[in-house]
């Protein structure tokens, strides 16, 4: 019965390539024409395909927990950063550096940088602001105490059934000490800590024990920047530090650039060159395994024609399909 239906199809086979076939000899010019404008077409489109090189795109979007992370990094910053190191044996140099290099970044358009870093004076005067809101427990059981205390105390006293007729005695003194709330000694105590947070950078700036390195980190807007996104950033940034010219603050002036932003752009390069290495390399060995059997470049020409036209169309669906490509 199999072999029956097997037979059927063969021959149907058979009967629809022997049609194609013909139709193409009939047609060669059109088909040849509509052959090259399709291969032409999804070249185009498969240079459209971007590469996600961020480990959130491997992550399943619906899911409760990764739209939660992504949430709230959209609001308080993701983890790319972009960190730009000034090497310098001039630390005035350097200083001023930072601050041309931080209000040229101040000036870009709105909505491209949520923050830049440079300096730990911004997170000492947020603690100093918000201290109480990192205390430990033993602390806050310490205020509470002394809270409770303080609410019991002005119940007793304002209540409309103490009379204190003992103070309205000529020569008498309550003695009952009014009780004060105050947590100025855990104040200080935190705000200690925060004053640590300077010592192990020069002026508190972010520096090396040396102070020939000082580091500005460049948080962008965007939980998971886009490659083309990131690169524009980059490629601002690498402008930005251009114009300035560091040499012109101090002879010995470097300025580079590091962060996840950064290796991102080279792992965009690196998987790019793993394509085209591999690709290379398929194409190398597999035309020599078909001259070994089919000793005519000419046949291996065709071959290696109709692979690259079928590959050019898989990645022009994939485009329209998908959009992009992940590690």
Same mark, same amino acid.
């Given at each position: 019965?199999?072999?029956k239906y097997h037979g059927k199809l063969d021959k149907y086979?058979?009967?629809?390539?022997? %049609?194609?076939?013909?139709?193409?000899?009939?047609? =060669?010019?059109?088909?040849?024409?509509?052959?090259? !404008?399709?291969?032409?077409? &999804?070249?185009? @489109?498969?240079?459209?395909?971007?590469?996600?090189?961020?480990?959130?795109?491997?992550?399943?979007?619906?899911?409760? =927990?990764?739209?939660?992370?992504?949430?709230?990094?959209?609001?308080?910053?993701?983890?790319?950063?972009? !960190?730009?190191?000034?090497?310098?044996?001039?630390?005035?140099?350097? %200083?001023?550096?930072?601050?041309? @290099?931080?209000? #040229?970044?101040?000036?870009?358009?709105?909505?491209?940088?949520?923050?830049?870093?440079? /300096?730990?004076?911004?997170?000492?005067?947020?603690? /100093? +602001? /918000?201290?109480?809101?990192?205390?430990?427990?033993? +602390?806050?059981?310490?205020?509470?105490?002394?809270? $409770? #205390? %303080?609410?019991?105390?002005?119940?007793?006293?304002?209540?409309?059934?103490?009379?204190?007729?003992?103070?309205?005695?000529?020569?008498?003194?309550?003695?009952?000490?009014?009780?004060? @709330?105050?947590?100025?000694?855990?104040?200080?105590?935190?705000?200690? +800590?925060?004053? =640590?947070?300077?010592?192990?950078?020069?002026?508190?700036?972010?520096?090396?024990?040396?102070?020939?390195? !000082?580091?500005?980190?460049?948080?962008?807007?965007?939980?998971?920047?886009?490659?083309?996104?990131?690169?524009?950033?980059? +490629?601002?940034?690498? $402008?930005?530090?251009?114009?300035?010219?560091?040499?012109?603050?101090? #002879?010995?002036?470097?300025?580079?650039?590091?962060? &996840?932003?950064?290796?991102?752009?080279?792992?965009?390069? &690196?998987?790019?060159?793993?394509?085209?290495?591999?690709?290379?390399?398929? @194409?190398?060995?597999?035309?020599?395994?078909?001259?070994?059997?089919?000793?005519?470049?000419?046949?291996?020409?065709?071959?290696? !024609?109709?692979?690259?036209?079928?590959?050019?169309?898989t990645m022009a669906i994939t485009y329209f399909y998908i959009?992009?490509?992940?590690?």
């Amino acid at each position: 019965m199999v072999s029956k239906y097997h037979g059927k199809l063969d021959k149907y086979a058979r009967s629809f390539s022997d %049609k194609y076939i013909k139709f193409l000899s009939k047609n =060669s010019s059109k088909a040849m024409i509509v052959f090259i !404008l399709m291969v032409a077409a &999804s070249v185009f @489109f498969s240079s459209k395909l971007t590469i996600l090189t961020d480990f959130f795109e491997l992550l399943p979007e619906e899911t409760p =927990s990764v739209k939660v992370i992504k949430k709230y990094m959209d609001r308080v910053g993701g983890v790319n950063k972009l !960190l730009v190191g000034v090497e310098t044996k001039d630390f005035e140099s350097g %200083k001023r550096f930072v601050h041309d @290099f931080v209000d #040229k970044l101040g000036a870009l358009p709105e909505g491209t940088i949520r923050y830049v870093d440079y /300096n730990v004076q911004q997170t000492k005067d947020y603690f /100093n +602001d /918000n201290a109480l809101l990192y205390i430990d427990k033993p +602390d806050i059981d310490e205020i509470y105490k002394r809270l $409770k #205390k %303080k609410i019991e105390y002005e119940k007793k006293e304002n209540s409309p059934f103490n009379l204190k007729l003992m103070d309205e005695i000529e020569g008498t003194k309550s003695k009952k000490e009014k009780v004060e @709330f105050n947590i100025d000694d855990i104040k200080d105590k935190y705000k200690g +800590d925060v004053e =640590s947070i300077s010592e192990n950078y020069k002026e508190g700036y972010y520096t090396n024990k040396e102070g020939d390195l !000082l580091a500005v980190s460049i948080v962008p807007f965007g939980s998971s920047l886009s490659f083309k996104k990131a690169k524009q950033i980059n +490629d601002t940034v690498e $402008k930005i530090i251009k114009e300035m010219n560091p040499s012109s603050y101090s #002879k010995d002036m470097k300025v580079g650039l590091a962060g &996840s932003m950064r290796s991102r752009m080279e792992e965009n390069e &690196s998987i790019k060159h793993d394509i085209v290495s591999t690709a290379l390399l398929v @194409f190398i060995l597999v035309s020599l395994s078909i001259y070994i059997f089919i000793p005519s470049f000419s046949a291996i020409g065709m071959l290696i !024609l109709n692979l690259c036209a079928a590959v050019a169309v898989t990645m022009a669906i994939t485009y329209f399909y998908i959009g992009s490509l992940n590690t």
